[in-house]
């Protein structure tokens, strides 16, 4: 059973950094990538970063480059994939899901797994 969990949301003043976790069990990460999403109320559930470690490949939004990076930690017992977020705005305020599947760079609709999500919220 695939179970991905978040945690290391809050908030933040514009500026600041906050760093995001996800805790993967239950998947091989030799055939699935890693990434980030997030969901503002009334749009639509975004792409902000991904992570294949088949091949080495990361993927960010245009928005978030320079300023996140994605990681990922295959040595402990549970499988993890972090966000640092540097240099924070305002516009990244939303619902920050860690997800799983073939293609994690494009449509949400791609993605197999889900967490539950993460409120990040950054005051200017």
């Known amino acids: 059973q695939v179970q991905l969990v978040e945690s290391g949301g809050g908030s933040a003043v514009a500026g600041g950094s906050l760093t995001l976790s996800c805790a993967a069990s239950?998947?091989?990460?030799?055939?699935?990538?890693m990434g980030w999403f997030r969901q503002d109320p009334g749009k639509e559930r975004e792409g902000v970063a991904a992570?294949?470690?088949?091949?080495?490949?990361?993927?960010?939004a245009d928005s978030v480059k320079g300023r996140f990076t994605i990681s990922q930690d295959k040595d402990n017992d549970k499988n993890s994939v972090f966000l640092q977020m540097n240099n924070v705005k305002p516009e990244d305020t939303a619902m920050y899901y860690c997800?799983?599947?073939?293609?994690?760079?494009?449509?949400?609709?791609?993605?197999?797994?889900w967490g539950q999500g993460t409120q990040v919220t950054v005051s200017s």
């Open positions: 997800a799983a599947g073939f293609t994690c760079h494009g449509s949400p609709a791609a993605i197999d797994y």
């Open positions: 239950g998947i091989s990460y030799s055939r699935y990538c």
């Open positions: 992570i294949y470690t088949a091949g080495g490949r990361i993927y960010y």
